[in-house]
């Protein structure tokens, strides 16, 4: 993998990715008050470049709701390389499901890395030839 540039904008401890973790912690960058409901960017205070043919996955860390009671407005967050202007700051979309105060270098969500999907060619067959697996949300039932 090659050198990421990053530029923060705000005063939280830097990024690091820790020994045998794939996922890498990212901060709020200022102290967030959200009321009940409410739908706010929280601001992550980084902008990166990422190398060409890769994309950022963004998602909660495991004790977002329990501690903060906020969930991601669209579920899972994608940063592809194009967006690495010097005001591309990473936010984190969030809705509130009571009223919270999260506290600036809030270790908030984590993303990871990964190798853009190649092209892909599908092919309209009317068989696919393999054994049903009886059906979805089957695993595990039997």
Not at 5 to 22: C, T
Not at 35 to 50: K, Q, R, T
Not at 75 to 81: A, R
Not at 91 to 115: S, V, W
């Amino acid at each position: 993998m090659e050198n990421i540039k990053i530029k923060y904008f705000a005063d939280i401890d830097p990024i690091e990715q820790k020994e045998g973790s794939d996922w890498i912690d990212l901060r709020t960058a200022e102290d967030t008050y959200m009321y009940m409901l409410a739908y706010h960017h929280i601001p992550l205070g980084v902008a990166m470049e990422l190398p060409e043919g890769y994309e950022a996955v963004v998602i909660p860390r495991s004790s977002t709701f329990k501690n903060w009671s906020i969930i991601q407005a669209n579920s899972c967050g994608l940063i592809d390389e194009s967006y690495c202007g010097d005001n591309d700051q990473w936010m984190f979309p969030a809705i509130a499901l009571r009223d919270t105060f999260i506290p600036k270098n809030t270790r908030i969500c984590q993303f990871r890395i990964q190798k853009k999907q190649p092209k892909i060619n599908f092919e309209t067959v009317e068989v696919l030839g393999n054994k049903d697996r009886k059906g979805f949300g089957s695993t595990g039932t039997e």
